[in-house]
């Protein structure tokens, strides 16, 4: 099975950055100005045989479709990123981290119902989104998955099998305890559009797409362009063996350079 799957998080006002969402510089990247995603909806439409839709819908030619997710659970989601979609008949993916509900920039639990029976997917983006998932114990993760499926569970009145994987810190295991918590579809932020099975959850990948990214890229991406695909991948493969060999000190590091960078801007 092959689809396209875009990364996004929030969507602000120009500058705005303590609307919606964590409150960082490092969560600040993610989050694009309005008028910037609307050009990124509108380049996605132009696209001929691309059909936005979702994870719960089977795939049929499977290359055609692209679907949208949004991670984090903020408050965006419901104050203007739904109604972007729904203008052009589409919906997408929010994935919330569920302690963070009703808090300030984050979805209530009125808000995320509402999104659910306005035909958008709701899953978990873990409870407490660690800095470094795959890093946890195996009774973290049990909590990190179960815990935010059950509190969803009880918000909307039934299952949620769908969440995505914070910060790219998947692992074998991280897919195993999500499988165990009910997980059926589990987003990461690996650049591919191939999938693969782990006891019985479907690992999809995402092409993450952070504050600044043109319109251009976007699409060409959504189209199916090869060359921006594998040079978001090789990017990925590069951070990952940044991650992996700096631990801590990797995530020291990347929150001087993102605070500085949003000091400049």
């Known amino acids: 099975m092959k689809a396209l799957t875009l990364l996004y998080h929030d969507v602000v006002p120009p500058g705005d950055y303590r609307s919606s969402g964590f409150q960082s510089p490092d969560a600040n990247i993610y989050k694009l100005d309005r008028a910037d995603f609307d050009s990124h909806l509108t380049a996605i439409a132009a696209i001929t045989g691309r059909h936005v839709g979702l994870a719960v819908e089977a795939l049929d030619p499977p290359d055609t479709q692209l679907r949208l997710t949004f991670d984090d659970g903020g408050a965006s989601a419901y104050t203007c990123i739904a109604d972007m979609l729904e203008e052009r008949?589409?919906?997408?993916?929010?994935?919330?981290?569920?302690?963070?509900?009703?808090?300030?920039?984050?979805?209530?639990?009125?808000?995320?119902?509402?999104?659910?029976?306005?035909?958008?997917?709701?899953?978990?983006?873990?409870?407490?989104h660690p800095a470094r998932m795959a890093r946890c114990s195996a009774a973290e993760l049990d909590r990190e998955w179960r815990e935010s499926v059950a509190t969803l569970t009880a918000i909307l009145g039934e299952a949620v099998q769908v969440a995505s994987v914070p910060g790219g810190y998947f692992s074998h295991e991280v897919a195993c305890a999500a499988a165990q918590a009910g997980i059926h579809v589990l987003f990461n932020s690996e650049p591919m559009t191939g999938s693969r099975t782990v006891d019985g959850c479907m690992i999809l990948g995402r092409f993450s797409v952070q504050r600044g990214v043109p319109a251009e890229w976007v699409a060409a991406v959504a189209a199916g362009a090869a060359w921006p695909r594998f040079e978001a991948y090789l990017f990925w493969n590069l951070k990952k063996a940044l991650k992996n060999r700096g631990g801590t000190h990797w995530l020291e590091f990347r929150k001087r350079v993102l605070a500085k960078r949003t000091d400049a801007q």
């Open 89 to 128: 008949g589409w919906r997408g993916h929010f994935l919330v981290t569920t302690d963070y509900i009703s808090q300030p920039g984050f979805l209530s639990p009125a808000e995320i119902r509402a999104l659910q029976k306005r035909g958008h997917i709701i899953g978990s983006h873990s409870c407490s």
